[in-house]
T-cell receptor, first 117, second 112 residues
Framework: AQTVTQSQPEMSVQEAETVTLSCTYDTSESDYYLFWYKQPPSRQMILVIRQEAYKQQNATENRFSVNFQKAAKSFSLKISDSQLGDAAMYFCAYRSARGQGAQKLVFGQGTRLTINP | KAGVTQTPRYLIKTRGQQVTLSCSPISGHRSVSWYQQTPGQGLQFLFEYFSETQRNKGNFPGRFSGRQFSNSRSEMNVSTLELGDSALYLC???????????FGQGTRLTVV
């Protein structure tokens, strides 16, 4: 079974600075997807960024980028120019590309990010 | 395009009762999955439905069940509620060929 580990329960950063959230995962599969979701106090899970395992290029979405190291099974999220609205719980998630595992997300325990003004 | 809608947003139930939660997916999405979120266990997969068929089920007791209707709306039911069932229940929908899942705002269930 796949597992996802986020080793940082809490992180804080000054507004306008850069912060990196860590995520490692364990799988024997070669084809899968990785995601970062954000959950603000409103509770709704919002997709931040996704990465297909077959793509070597790291995904980027505006101020958000990932460092995907497939061999090391590492998938970190970098937030540049942090804004107050970035404060939330961040979850790393894994989904298989095929088979029964393709029907579910496996989540890490989350990292609570605080932005200091 | 409307997002994923979950109703109700909040529920308070008594131990031993049963509860039904509803999820309306994004129009055109045929896959609906459910997750339980608690402070202790985090986010755990409950089950997934596609075209009215349950394709996958997580490691939860039989008290947790679900179904999906022909319009892709889904319901989950929890019978004989226990205090430990208090949680945020999240529903997500995905299109047939889509990569990412889109979540609703969740239903906060409190069992007293």
């Amino acid at each position: 079974a796949q597992t996802v580990t986020q080793s940082q329960p809490e992180m804080s950063v000054q507004e306008a600075e850069t912060v990196t959230l860590s995520c490692t995962y364990d799988t024997s599969e070669s084809d899968y997807y990785l995601f970062w979701y954000k959950q603000p106090p409103s509770r709704q899970m919002i997709l931040v960024i996704r990465q297909e395992a077959y793509k070597q290029q790291n995904a980027t979405e505006n101020r958000f980028s990932v460092n995907f190291q497939k061999a090391a099974k590492s998938f970190s999220l970098k937030i540049s120019d942090s804004q107050l609205g970035d404060a939330a719980m961040y979850f790393c998630a894994y989904r298989s590309a095929r088979g029964q595992g393709a029907q579910k997300l496996v989540f890490g325990q989350g990292t609570r990010l605080t932005i200091n003004p | 395009k409307a997002g994923v809608t979950q109703t109700p947003r909040y529920l308070i139930k008594t131990r031993g009762q049963q509860v039904t939660l509803s999820c309306s997916p994004i129009s055109g999405h045929r896959s609906v999955s459910w997750y339980q979120q608690t402070p202790g266990q985090g986010l755990q997969f409950l089950f997934e439905y596609f075209s009215e068929t349950q394709r996958n089920k997580g490691n939860f007791p039989g008290r947790f069940s679900g179904r999906q209707f022909s319009n892709s709306r889904s319901e989950m039911n929890v019978s004989t509620l226990e205090l430990g069932d208090s949680a945020l229940y999240l529903c997500a929908s995905r299109s047939w060929a889509g990569t990412e899942a889109f979540f609703g705002q969740g239903t906060r269930l409190t069992v007293v």
